[in-house]
């Protein structure tokens, strides 16, 4: 594999794992605004929300929650956007890494597998994923903000937002 190969594969690679980054730290801001806008204790608001298995299920509960609370007219736009890059986040999560030729040049897409019995054939090109990743880290600073603005601060005890395992914290909620 000559440098230059490797040096796009890196940056492909590098582009991949913030894109997952940014959904893994969406997930944690709204399992804390999920926490915070509820009554019942946090075990059970904790239980509720991983009892849903996808992003786009615990975005729902999340969505819910926030209608409920009539809290800013934002958060439509912000889950619109999650909602929007997702087809990305799955098609990182479930595709395959291969290299292509765009305008002579050597590039890396990802693709479906061969066998996927609905094959988009469309190829996920790193600009694709860089573009999905920063409008994610965009929408994440944005959570932040409307967790803060929740005005109650200290329901999560930052059990969320370190490393403390969220088997250890329904423990103690």
Request: charged share 30%; proline share 3%; hydrophobic share 40%.
């Amino acid at each position: 594999m000559s440098t230059e190969d490797n040096e796009l594969r890196h940056k492909f690679l590098a582009e991949i794992g913030r894109l997952v980054v940014a959904y893994s730290n969406a997930e944690n801001a709204l399992i804390v605004i999920f926490v915070e806008l509820g009554n019942a204790p946090l075990a059970v608001r904790v239980a509720q929300f991983h009892a849903r298995s996808s992003f786009a299920e615990k975005l729902a509960i999340t969505d819910e929650a926030v209608l409920e609370a009539k809290l800013d007219q934002k958060w439509k736009r912000l889950s619109e956007c999650l909602t929007r890059y997702r087809k990305v986040r799955n098609a990182v999560a479930h595709s395959q890494m291969v290299p292509d030729v765009e305008n002579k040049r050597r590039v890396y897409v990802l693709r479906n597998p061969t066998f996927t019995p609905h094959r988009d054939e469309d190829s996920i090109r790193v600009e694709h994923i860089s573009e999905a990743a920063a409008a994610i880290e965009g929408v994440v600073a944005v959570l932040w903000k409307v967790r803060g603005s929740l005005g109650r601060v200290g329901r999560t005890d930052n059990r969320f937002t370190t490393e403390t395992p969220v088997r250890e914290a329904t423990k103690r909620g």
